[in-house]
């Protein structure tokens, strides 16, 4: 692990980083509910592998240095931090200085603790959500509708440009969401997650 990641050790720097994400983040609500604070600017979406694996690294970085961030913070919130406290006795939440955001970030969200693989953010995180300590950007992440969505206050970042493929609303949904979904989105939900795209743009 980067010298650059720092862990919390306690419940009291566990909340610290909550806090942080909960400033730009409702951290209890799930798609199609908007879980985004940022006022309107612009959503970009990729499919929810994207945002656990390498190649979101340079994205981040994109995003980190576009917004002039010195941190950046995640925390998985579904398994809360309970979960992973209880199972793996780590948090599953980190710091990570901006600098080293594209080449330190896999190490981190893959990081196995004691060994376990299944401890690993990548193999058990549900929701998972990112912000810049500059409080204009963060992501969510949810593994159900298998999408990623990236809320900044610019249009047209350099981070659309770094590898990972961004599509439209109605792409995601049709491409990612709908396929793999046991029960299809009912008429409301679809509605409702393409009003609130089209509301925050």
Partial sequence: MSNATTHPRDDSEYEQLLEEVRAVIDVDRRLPAWPFRNAPGDIDICQ?????????????????????????????????????????????AFRMAAKAISGSYYDAVAF??????????????????????????????????????????????PWLARGVPFVS?????????????KSPLTTEERD?????VRRSS
Avoid: C, K
């Fill in 48 to 92: 929810y592998s994207h945002a656990i694996e390498g190649p979101f690294g340079p994205v981040l970085q994109a995003l980190a240095d576009a917004h002039g961030d010195e941190t950046m913070t995640v925390v998985a919130l579904d398994p809360a931090a309970a979960y992973y406290h209880e199972h793996y006795g780590v948090y599953g």
């Fill in 112 to 157: 196995e603790p004691h060994g376990d693989p299944t401890g690993a953010l990548t193999f058990t995180t549900d929701v998972l959500a990112i912000v810049g300590s500059s409080g204009r950007w963060s992501v969510w992440a949810e593994r159900s509708w298998d999408l990623a969505l990236i809320a900044s206050d610019q249009r047209n970042g």
């Fill in 169 to 181: 609303a109605e792409t995601a949904l049709a491409d990612f969401t709908e396929p793999d979904f």
């Fill in 192 to 196: 409702e997650f393409l009003r609130n």
